[in-house]
């Protein structure tokens, strides 16, 4: 039983990875708090919902290319905000960025309204995925391993991407110390868009296999912002690999606690990241 | 309409006129009486309109004081805002306090939340002590809403304090009409007293403050207590208002609410709450009124602000007033 | 003479009182409508709001009520508490309206609920399910058209009982309905079939929507059944997530199970889940429903009308009926015939109790099968757990109120 | 604290040691300053001088070590509990309250020290004006006391910081490149200003510099950090004699 709930864990924690992981490099590089990054995943949900029936609906193959292609509509969405609006406020006061990007999840959010109405929706999850493997009685549903393969292979990319590429070089540099981004003479805003871009297209990837795992509506962009800020936060605000850990943390801390304290998980959690926050300004070496 | 308006500057420099630290008790006076006025002539409703606005101006303001003076930005502001009226509600409902007391209870209650979070979140700076104060809202937010015998969950308590407190519209608006102006000009007096400019030296430049001999911790701990205090005012207030207290009133919507009231009234002006929360409250009701797509407008509203006059409404008023005074 | 020239003046009297009542008459009768348009609510009014204006169209159509034509002022409440309450101060004092009606999340059913009190102005919740208002806060102008929570959890327990389940799990949203229909389901259940075991109860908190580890830790007990009280998106989820670990095949599910659901889901509802509704359009076969449905459908591009629209368009009829049966909208004459009056809804004859003005508003349940009737799948076999059963005793409402006027 | 004030050096530092990651920032460094001493601390860009001045201001907690100031013992104290000792200290990049007006920088520093910067009394605030408009005149930034610091020039912000610390009283004055970034005339004209400022008030003053002109015009002593350690110590003429200096110096500059 305890095994079952941390497996289960696991794979919810990888789901929020997915989700976190755009949020936090957008801010491990521009210093942006992103509250938009729930909207643009619930844009990239309702676009799956859009556009698979378009490709291929019912093979696993047509999902995957739906999510990928949605991933760049939400990626060009992301491009548009940050080049027509973010970048403008890159020098103002911390709190005109975040009210910016609340902004634009009112904006989003009445859009979507808008174009997809009020109800709920869903994506089918194609048959090739909806199975499970099952080992002595325990389910391992098929999708959900597919959602961890899909974390692994972001974690790879990301990871190869940040190691090797110059661009990542210079990504890395950027996260460590901005200054030293203008020292090597990049262009910053090249940087800060390429980097909102992909934290979006993370958001619409993550939104799009969202789609077949749950049922949708306008209220997702909420639904899922505040979690995603726990992760990203117990993680290490802009830390890529933190966000794998906290992701993994919040699943199974959430799996377990409900066995343990069901009407708590939600209070331990945001506990627990009060505790991170605080144990981290311990360590204080400047003030 | 603005209530405690005295010159709207951050810098109320002693120079600049030797009364720049004094209230303006004739503009003072004039405001009150002629919203007193407003209150006694309009037809109820739009008394009620006055009512919130008042309300809200409280709040907005009390939040101003963290964002524009102590460098400090919270996400959770709303907890101090609802448990003012949680206070008064439990306060009577649980413990058989006489409503006097209850009101009482409330701010005091959101001042002691503010105390407890506030020793956790000035343990952190910037984007990071906003995030603790939204994970502090949050929890509050969950308690509130899951621990139904107590709190009546999703359905809130009603029915422990006669509505406005069984006065008429326009009598429980003068009583608002006081408390708000009396609680605004204290917010004025802390922002504009020594310690006002302790608070506002730490939350522009932490470290020189500190150089200066001012610990951040301390001097942003009390701002944020004070804060949550008149945010407690304003939320009891509320809750007399309508008589009932609910989740909501902690929720997340009603932080944003003030965030973008004090955004649209203009960071680092005093007058930001009050002008936010009159213009913000006119826009939220009119484009609501008239359009199924409100947020879009609001949204769309707070975009422009942000882009082409970031110093709010307040700034605007401001270049009016100066290109007044430039002309003879 | 003297006594002709009396009966002449009262004749004079008698016709001008007439006539004022006449051009009293013209007046049409105003009903306010607060609900949820934009925010949580959204997804559940829209249906009502077309359904209200059909409804409407019709009353009118046929001579209003009580001789005279019905308005409806639409308001958003934004499904914000204070947002009602001020747009019922607004419908009343402004737009003086005599009848109020809508109201969707419980927590703006209690906002507008002492307004309606204060004012005297008659409030008919058309969709909110919370009991606290019409019951522990219930005041003489106060009325439900569908079932209450209290109801529910009962009809959930006749329904129960009435399987060979023995070991059930609960898993209810963390928030009142969840709790209280959980509540009652379990407390009624004991009385009915005491050997029924609760093996565990779960709450998914309100908003949760990946149920995986609820799902896993449920099905961990090997019950007979689950019970979820869960609507919406919740729903949807478990149903969706459900069936990776063969939750179907590995127990029974009770669960909320609205119109659109159905069509947010469609085949992804496998067939044998047992749903509970309140106002399923495809169950209900009376000639009143079927007309409604399909001036529905004709008017909104062949969309089905999901249960919050067949709630709303009953509501708006008892209104008018009851205006009718009163002569006017005067609260306490409303009352009287709301109380006194069985109305032939789409949901069959519907009548008030005067202890708390509750209807006695059935509830559905049933198993969900795909048919060629519909493109989505609906509820087969459906058991109608009559309001009468499932109303709360005098005792307990007393019981209730008192403890809430504590 | 009258008779150690004469036998106890203002500053003493013993094996001062900090290291951020692998990079050695301070290397057991040895340093005492004497009570009324003026002393000039420069090296190459990463000698550690500054991180030197931010141990000394609490700003940063050094890994090992003692810091000694007027004979107290730090640990671990905050930069405001180390301001309250008697030290006073600018930035290398000016730190000022940037959108308030020259004076009201200077009412804060007054109002920091005036043991009531937790009062309600807006009366307080207008006692202390003619104390702030003297100190504006001592630093000649009177004539700009409505300006708001946004709008001044950049030697005028580190003149008005100097000015802000010198309001507290300080017994230690530490300054991190004090004219960094000034024209030549402004900068010997601030550097005059200090010096008289400190030979008026008896202070001591430790100050990172890069300009050898003004190092020479105004140290009574220097302290060479190469590497995050003190490389040579000396009277200015002796540093100037010192060819191993020249060549640490002019190299690391190269």
Known sequence: ?287 | ?328 | ?406 | MTVNAISQPALKVRGLHKEFGRFVALDSVDLTVADGEIRAIIGPNGAGKTTLINVLSGQIVADRGSVEIAGRRLSRQHPHQVAKLGVGRTYQISSTLRRMTVFDNMLCAHNAVSGNWFSLRAGRLRAMEDAVLADLKTIELDGLANQVVDDISHGDRKRLEFGMVLATRPKVLLLDEPTAGMGLRERHELIDLVLAVTRERRLTLVFVEHDIDVVFKAAESITVMALGGVFAEGKPDEIAANSAVQDIYLGGNA
């Open chain 1, 1 to 287: 039983m305890l095994l079952v709930q941390v497996m289960q864990g696991v794979m919810e924690g990888i789901f929020l990875f997915l989700i976190a992981s755009g949020l936090t490099l957008i801010f491990g590089v521009s210093r942006i708090v992103n509250f938009a990054h729930g909207s643009f995943y619930m844009v990239g949900a309702f676009l799956t919902y859009q556009i698979y029936p378009w490709i291929a609906e019912g093979t696993a193959l047509g999902f995957f290319v739906t999510i990928v292609i949605c991933g760049l509509l939400v990626a060009a969405l992301g491009l548009l905000f940050e080049v027509f609006l973010l970048r403008r406020v890159y020098h103002a006061e911390e709190l005109m960025q975040l009210v910016l990007t609340l902004a634009a999840v009112l904006i989003i959010r009445d859009v979507t309204k808008f174009i997809w109405g009020l109800d709920d929706v869903s994506v089918s999850l194609p048959d090739a995925l909806a199975g499970a493997a099952v080992i002595g009685g325990t389910y391992l549903p098929t999708y959900q391993l597919v959602m961890v393969g899909v974390g692994v292979v972001v974690l790879a990319a990301v990871w190869s991407f940040l190691k090797f590429t110059h661009a990542g070089i210079i990504l890395r540099a950027a996260t460590d110390d901005r200054g030293m981004v203008a020292l090597l003479g990049t262009n910053q805003a090249h940087v800060f868009t390429s980097v909102f871009a992909i934290g979006c297209f993370l958001a619409g990837i993550a939104g799009g296999f969202a789609a077949a795992f749950e049922s949708i509506n306008y209220l997702l962009d909420t639904r899922v912002i505040v979690l995603a800020f726990i992760v990203v936060v117990i993680g290490g605000l802009g830390n890529f690999y933190g966000a794998l850990y906290a992701a993994l943390a919040v699943g199974i801390l959430k799996a377990l606690g409900l066995l343990f304290a069901p009407r708590l998980s939600m209070v331990i959690i945001f506990l627990l990241m009060a505790a991170v926050l605080l144990i981290r300004s311990l360590r204080r070496t400047t003030e």
């Open chain 2, 1 to 328: 309409m603005a209530r405690g308006e005295g010159p709207p500057t951050e810098s109320g420099s002693a120079l600049q006129g030797r009364d720049a630290y004094s209230i303006n008790w004739r503009l003072v006076a004039a405001v009150v009486l002629l919203q007193a006025i407003l209150l006694v002539v309009s037809p109820p409703l739009l008394v009620f309109a006055l009512i919130e606005v008042m309300i809200f101006a409280l709040y907005a303001s009390a939040l101003n004081l963290l964002l524009s003076f102590s460098g400090m930005v919270s996400f959770g502001h709303a907890v101090y805002f609802g448990l003012g009226a949680y206070g008064l509600a439990l306060s009577i409902t649980h413990f058989d306090f006489p409503i006097a007391l209850g009101i009482v209870a409330g701010p005091l209650v959101a001042a002691f939340f503010g105390l407890i979070y506030g020793i956790l979140c000035v343990q952190l700076t910037a984007i990071y002590a906003a995030m603790l104060t939204l994970a502090c809202a949050e929890v509050t937010y969950a308690v509130v809403f899951q621990w139904f015998d107590v709190t009546g969950g999703d359905s809130g308590i009603s029915g422990h304090v006669p509505t406005m407190l069984g006065l008429a519209p326009y009598q429980f608006g003068l009583v608002v009409l006081c408390v708000v102006t009396v609680a605004i000009l204290m917010l004025w007096r802390v922002v504009y007293s020594p310690l006002g400019l302790t608070i506002r030296a730490v939350g522009q430049n932490p470290a020189r403050a500190a150089a200066l001999g001012h610990g951040r911790k301390s001097i942003q701990l009390i701002a944020f207590v004070i804060s949550a205090f008149f945010s407690g005012v304003a939320g009891t207030l509320f809750g007399i208002f309508h008589g009932n207290v609910f989740p909501d009133y902690v929720g997340v919507l009603f932080t944003v609410d003030g965030l973008l009231m004090v955004v649209l009234g203009g960071l680092y002006s005093f007058g930001a709450g009050i002008y936010g929360a009159i213009i913000y409250k006119l826009l939220d009701n009119l484009a609501a009124h008239y359009f199924q797509y409100w947020q879009l407008v609001v949204g769309v509203i707070i975009v422009v602000v942000v882009l082409v006059s970031p110093s709010g409404i307040a700034g605007l008023v401001r270049r009016i007033v100066d290109r007044f005074e430039r002309r003879p």
């Open chain 3, 1 to 406: 003479m003297h006594r002709k020239k009396l009966l002449q003046i009262s004749t004079v009297l008698v016709l001008a009182m007439g006539l004022g009542g006449a051009a009293q008459a013209a007046d049409p009768i105003k009903i306010g409508y607060v609900g949820g348009i934009s925010g949580p609510c959204g997804g559940l009014t829209h249906s009502a709001v077309k359904a209200m204006k059909i409804a409407l169209e019709e009353i009118n159509a046929a001579g209003g009520a009580a001789g005279r034509q019905i308005e409806v002022v639409w308001r958003d409440s934004k499904t914000k508490p204070d947002e009602g309450a001020k747009q019922t101060r607004d419908l009343i004092l402004t737009e003086k309206v005599d009848v109020l009606t809508g109201v969707c999340s419980s927590s703006v059913f209690m906002a507008i609920n002492p307004i309606s009190k204060q004012y005297g102005v008659p409030l008919v919740s058309a969709i909110s399910g919370t009991h606290k208002a019409t019951v522990d806060f219930g005041h003489p102008f106060v009325f439900q058209t569908q079932p209450h929570t209290l109801m529910e959890g009962k009809a959930l327990a006749e329904y129960a009982a009435r399987q060979d389940w023995n070991n059930i799990v609960t898993m209810g949203l963390d928030y009142e309905w969840g709790r209280t229909t959980v509540k009652v389901f379990t407390e009624e259940l004991a009385k009915l079939k005491p050997e029924v075991k609760i093996s565990t109860q779960l709450w998914p908190r309100f908003g949760e929507t990946n149920l995986t580890s609820y799902i896993t830790a449920a099905l961990a007990e090997e019950p007979d059944a689950i019970m979820g009280v869960l609507f919406g998106s919740g729903t949807n989820s478990l149903i969706k997530q459900g069936r990776s670990y063969g939750l179907l095949e590995r127990t029974e599910l009770l669960t909320f199970l609205s119109t659109e659901s159905y069509m947010a889901l469609g085949k992804d509802i496998p067939d044998g889940v047992h749903g509970w509704a309140r106002g399923p359009f495809y169950a209900l076969d009376s000639d009143k429903a079927k007309a409604f449905i399909a001036k529905y459908r004709e008017a909104h591009d062949g969309e089905y009308p999901n249960d919050w629209g067949m709630l709303a368009y009953d509501a708006m009829h008892i209104i008018a009926g009851g205006i009718d049966a009163a002569g006017g909208a005067e609260p306490e004459k409303f009352r009287q015939a709301l109380g006194s009056t069985t109305f032939d809804t789409m949901r069959g004859p519907l009548k008030m109790r005067m202890i708390d003005n509750t209807f006695n508003a059935p509830s559905y349940l049933g198993v969900t099968m795909m048919s060629d009737a519909y493109p989505f799948p609906t509820m087969s076999n459906v058991t109608v757990i009559p309001g009468d059963i499932t109303l709360p005793s005098e005792d307990t409402v007393k019981a209730l109120r008192a403890a809430a006027a504590k």
